[in-house]
């Protein structure tokens, strides 16, 4: 009677065990360097193509009883219905680790009360009154980096400017 209640205790256990698993998994796009995430063809992937490979690959690897990786609790999760959610940046946040990610659109540079739409969803705004111009460029790769206190330098490749940020969604 003892072992019955046991292993229903542990059959109610297994979802949970396996939501806690799904929010520490490394989605692929952090397992690849950006490079690698290029040469594979990854890039080419829609939002919702990406999610369902990241669904995929979580599934499969709790199925296989892999361990998933640890670096990955309180960064980028994958929730139940495959969206991929990155709280870093955010306030209440100890992850801070670099973001890499692509403005949208053309950019030319900041000046003062710029906010940079990001293509993996994120919005940052500047909280410094500086002011950069460069040559325009289409969807320009940057690096969101942590600095002292808390605080987020963004820099645009190619270039050694960086601006203090702070994201906003």
């Known amino acids: 009677m003892k072992i019955s209640a046991f292993l229903a205790g542990a059959l109610l256990c297994l979802p949970l065990t396996q939501a806690l698993a799904q929010s520490d998994f490394s989605t692929v796009e952090e397992r690849m ?27 499969r690897s709790l199925a296989e009883g892999q361990s998933l990786s640890p670096a990955a609790a309180g960064g980028p999760a994958v929730t139940e219905s495959g969206e991929v959610v990155d709280r870093r940046g955010l306030r209440d ?13 053309s950019f030319s540079g900041w000046d003062g009360d710029t906010e940079f739409v990001l293509e993996n969803g994120m919005v940052w705004e500047q909280t410094d009154g500086q002011r950069f111009n460069m040559s325009t460029m289409e969807n320009p790769r940057v690096t969101i980096e942590p600095g002292f206190m808390g605080s987020w330098r963004l820099q645009v490749e190619g270039y050694n400017a960086r601006v203090q940020v702070r994201r906003i969604r």
């Open 93 to 105: 946040d100890s992850d801070e680790r670099p973001i890499e990610s692509r403005i949208v659109g």
């Open 33 to 59: 360097t950006g490079q690698e995430f290029r040469e594979t063809g990854l890039y080419k992937l829609t939002d919702e193509e990406l999610a369902a490979l990241n669904r995929w690959i979580a599934q």
